[in-house]
């Protein structure tokens, strides 16, 4: 059993398998972040270039993600903990138009599991639900996610309305066509491609 398993499992969308795999990975030892990232996440590359060069279509590309999500719930609770005490509210979303969640709820989900108060909007959220709803729960940050080209402008849109809005939230964005760069240009206060990364740029924000 190797990483490479849960990798072709996820690809051939065999939940059982995944699930299987992950679990046998896990009690032989195998990193947990080995696990995420050159398994369950580098599958999720190898169906994004599939679908690129017109291999898969989107019914396959979305059992891909099923997959891949039923093996994240079997490693969830082996991410990250340290919610002993809350360290803040994090309000996460994926931006309006973009139905992409993969990548958000794995945030979510180590944002949660680093001590932090997590209210997940979705995905297709609109600028003003996230004002709203940062104004509401009194936010610390809020995290956009987009995975489309289209859909980064509405970022910007977001970004630019939380400013506007006065209320003390910071706000960072990620998804894979995301790039630090960009985060600069619409005046975000951070950006980061991993999950990991997210937490470190949330504590960094939330102690300043
Ligand atoms: C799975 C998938 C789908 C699934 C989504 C299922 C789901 N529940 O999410 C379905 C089938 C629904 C889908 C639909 C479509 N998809 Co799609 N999809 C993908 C795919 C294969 C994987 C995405 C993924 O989950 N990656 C794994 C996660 C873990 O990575 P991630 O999201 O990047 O997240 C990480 C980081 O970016 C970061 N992060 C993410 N969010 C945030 C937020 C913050 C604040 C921070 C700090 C960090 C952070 O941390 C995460 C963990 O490391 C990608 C290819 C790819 N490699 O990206 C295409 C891809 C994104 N899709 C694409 C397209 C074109 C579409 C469709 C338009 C197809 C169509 N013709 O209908 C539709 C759009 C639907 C819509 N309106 O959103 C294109 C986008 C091209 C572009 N330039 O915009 C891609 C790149 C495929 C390709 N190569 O062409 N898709």
Redesign the pocket.
């Known amino acids: 059993m190797s990483v490479t398993d849960i990798l072709e499992a996820v690809v051939v969308f065999n939940k059982v398998a995944v699930v299987e795999n992950v679990k046998t990975a896990i009690d032989s030892g195998i990193s947990i972040d080995d696990i995420l990232n050159k398994g369950l996440?580098k599958a999720?590359?190898v169906?994004?270039?599939k679908?690129?060069s017109g291999e898969v279509f989107?019914p396959e590309?979305?059992m891909?993600?099923k997959a891949?999500?039923e093996g994240l719930e079997v490693l969830k609770p082996h991410l990250e903990s340290d919610a002993l005490m809350e360290k803040g509210t994090v309000i996460?979303g994926t931006v309006k138009?973009?139905?992409?969640?993969?990548?958000?709820n794995?945030?979510a989900m180590m944002v949660e599991g680093a001590g932090f108060n997590v209210i997940d909007l979705g995905?297709d959220v609109d600028t003003d639900k996230f004002v709203s709803e940062a104004q509401a729960q009194n936010a610390d940050v809020v995290?956009?996610?987009a995975?489309?080209?289209?859909?980064m402008p509405t970022m910007a849109k977001t970004v630019d309305a939380l400013k506007e809005s006065g209320l003390k939230a910071k706000t960072?964005?990620?998804?894979?066509?995301?790039t630090d760069a960009y985060a600069q240009q619409i005046g975000a206060d951070?950006?980061?491609?991993?999950?990991p990364?997210?937490v470190e740029?949330i504590r960094k924000l939330v102690a300043a």
């Open positions: 996440i999720m590359d169906v994004g270039e679908f690129s989107v590309m979305l891909a993600a891949m999500q996460i138009g973009d139905l992409h969640d993969i990548g958000k794995l945030v995905v995290c956009l996610s995975l489309l080209t289209t859909t960072i964005i990620g998804g894979a066509p995301v951070g950006f980061s491609d991993n999950a990364g997210a740029l």
